[in-house]
């Protein structure tokens, strides 16, 4: 089984910028599509990014597209926030799977979370 864990997180102001990581450990491959989903307190789970195995396919959500930008080294993955904004307050969850998924929710492996919190 895979395992997922993110780190990063923390208490933003308005404008700032802040740079989230995801772990992948165990599994059989050395590298993975993976993915950003955020939930906010009373919202339904959004998707945010997303890359595919290679690194050579990205995908992102409406809300993000031009802030945030998502990288990945092997089973390593990134996302750069910028600009960040109170709506991107959220718990930002890592998921991975041996198959390119894309904004799907489908993903085989889930991190607990990170939060992610930006006050108006």
């Known amino acids: 089984q895979v395992q997922l864990v993110e780190s990063g997180g923390g208490l933003v102001q308005p404008g700032d910028s802040l740079t989230l990581s995801c772990v992948a450990s165990?599994?059989?491959?050395?590298?993975?599509?993976m993915a950003w989903f955020r939930q906010a307190p009373g919202k339904d789970r959004e998707f945010v990014a997303a890359?595919?195995?290679?690194?050579?396919t990205t995908y992102y959500g409406d809300s993000v597209k031009g802030r945030f930008t998502v990288l990945k080294d092997r089973r390593t993955l990134y996302l750069d926030m910028n600009s960040l904004q109170p709506e991107d307050t959220a718990t930002y969850c890592c998921?991975?799977?041996?198959?390119?998924?894309?904004?799907?929710?489908?993903?085989?492996?889930w991190g607990e979370g990170t939060q992610v919190a930006v006050p108006v």
């Open positions: 890359i595919s195995w290679s690194g050579s």
């Open positions: 165990g599994g059989t491959s050395s590298s993975y599509a």
């Open positions: 998921a991975a799977d041996e198959m390119t998924r894309g904004p799907s929710d489908v993903y085989s492996y």
